[in-house]
């Protein structure tokens, strides 16, 4: 998916590994992004934000849905470039039509994950299908560590078996949990994976005491190490635990998206569609794409145009930081874009 914001905000995100475990579940909520033209359709952005900019590699998220196409239109994004990160996609409803500069063709399914890399320089369109009634998802980015950032362009595509759990089920799209270990392939240890929770349940799952986690509530009264997350909210856990305690407290079952890995150890900057380490890699890169240089490729069998790169800020891109927690907050606090 694009970040298809006209003045799209420029983020430098810093290395947080030599911060204290902290007990204390953070809870971001999202602002909402349209995503253009005459029927847009909506997404809540949980990440970036100010108050958080990475979990570790996972560096964006759109939630969006559920969406009646017949009102909204759908889906429908042109050609777009993408440098330094790697697209994940997972659908609770609906179907989109994947295409690629790298050839691929390919659809997004509930409970199927497309991972797209987009190295040194790719370019996909995505579009609901006819067969679309309701669109319901997410959409995530990870960034590249420096040393695979020019990565070549690759598409993996993979469908996990449910885990079943005590008052639950799981499908583990990327990474390891109860069990359960993806085989697409990432360049940094990572954690994602759906979860369903029945009524009144709550389950505690064993993590890698490493990783810093994610819990994106799509639906349900959903607790995190007791901490209430109501849908669209993200919930974040520090590293330092060895497990996370989720319960339901709702009469009807929830679901939500769980996502981890350990700080990410780099500096980079994110504008638009673009992952670097510099203003420069980002002025190069949307340069590129203004003139449809064969760093990006072509898109085959998209009806319409390129999506247009925004204008570029006219100042230099400047860094910005997770903010230091305080050292004993009195609540968890609830944060916006």
């Known amino acids: 998916m694009s970040n298809t914001e006209t003045r799209p905000a420029e983020l430098v995100c810093g290395s947080e590994a030599a911060e204290a475990p902290r007990p204390r579940v953070d809870v971001l909520t999202a602002r909402e992004v349209p995503l253009g033209g005459p029927r847009a359709m909506t997404v809540r952005r949980t990440l ?10 996972w560096c964006f ?3 969006y849905g559920p969406d009646d196409v017949s009102r909204t239109g759908g889906m429908d994004v042109a050609p777009h470039p993408h440098t330094g990160l790697q ?32 190295g040194h320089g790719i370019s996909h369109s995505e579009v609901s299908t006819p067969r679309t009634t309701v669109l319901h998802g997410v959409q995530l980015w990870v960034a590249l560590p420096d040393a695979h950032r020019d990565a070549p362009r690759d598409f993996q595509h993979h469908v996990p078996e449910p885990v079943p759990f005590d008052g639950g089920e799981a499908r583990v799209f990327l990474g390891s949990l109860l069990g359960a270990t993806s085989p697409v392939r990432t360049f940094t240890p990572l ?3 759906e979860l369903t929770l029945a009524p009144g349940a709550s389950a505690v799952l064993d993590v890698d005491t490493a990783f810093e986690h994610g819990v994106l509530v799509d639906a349900g009264d959903v607790r995190l190490d007791g901490t209430p997350l109501r849908p669209a909210e993200l ?17 009807g079952p929830a679901r939500l998206v769980l996502l981890g890995g350990p700080p990410f150890g780099e500096e980079i900057v994110m504008w638009w569609n673009f992952v670097g380490r510099s203003h420069q890699d980002i002025v190069e890169a949307r340069e590129d794409w203004a003139n449809a240089s ?3 490729g072509a898109v085959r069998g998209y009806d319409g145009g390129r999506l247009p790169a925004p204008a570029l800020p006219n100042a230099t891109i400047r860094p910005r930081r997770n903010p230091a927690p305080p050292a004993h907050p009195p609540t968890p606090p609830r944060t916006t874009a």
Do not use: C, K
């Open 191 to 193: 954690l994602g994976a």
């Open 61 to 63: 998220a759109d939630h």
């Open 87 to 118: 697209t994940v996609s997972w659908l609770f409803s609906g179907e989109i039509e994947h295409r690629d500069s790298l050839g691929s063709h390919a659809f997004v399914r509930p409970g199927e994950v497309n991972l797209m890399t987009g």
């Open 48 to 57: 970036p934000q100010r108050a958080r900019t990475l979990i570790g590699a």
């Open 235 to 251: 919930g974040y856990a520090a590293p330092g635990r060895t497990t996370l305690t989720l319960a339901n407290d709702g009469t």
């Open 294 to 296: 064969d760093r990006f």
